[in-house]
């Protein structure tokens, strides 16, 4: 198992950046996928971004494609996602996921093949 704890949400105005930031414990997240899912009220948890550290894959929903990336330092244990362009749809609580499965050619992007979920953070983006 590995222990993941979210940091970085906030509030931001229509248009502008946060950083999310995912720490693990427990075990080297390059080991995982690291994915990234958000949750908004009253809406089922959807898959937003994630990364195989290992084949160097990285994989997006078309909701934030060209806005939002994904990535990892392993020195630091840390997965980041940097949310650009932001807009009021993107208002959710904003959750880190670590999964063992995955391939050079399929990164995991479905909720219940990630078995490590943090807390979340909550990210509200104002119009």
């Known amino acids: 198992q590995v222990q993941l704890v979210e940091s970085g949400g906030g509030l931001v105005q229509a248009g502008g950046s946060l950083r999310l930031s995912c720490a693990a414990s427990?075990?080297?997240?390059?080991?995982?996928?690291m994915g990234w899912f958000r949750q908004a009220p009253g809406k089922e948890r959807e898959f937003v971004a994630a990364i195989r550290w290992s084949y160097g894959s990285t994989y997006y929903a078309d909701s934030v494609k060209g806005r939002f990336t994904i990535s990892g330092d392993s020195a630091k244990n840390t997965v980041y996602l940097q949310m650009n362009s932001l807009k009021p749809e993107d208002t959710a609580v904003y959750y880190c996921?670590?999964?063992?499965?995955?391939?050079?050619?399929?990164?995991?992007?479905?909720?219940?093949?990630?078995?490590?979920w943090g807390q979340g953070t909550q990210v509200t983006v104002a119009s």
């Open positions: 427990g075990r080297t997240f390059t080991s995982y996928t």
């Open positions: 996921a670590a999964g063992r499965g995955g391939s050079e050619s399929y990164v995991l992007r479905i909720r219940y093949e990630y078995d490590s």
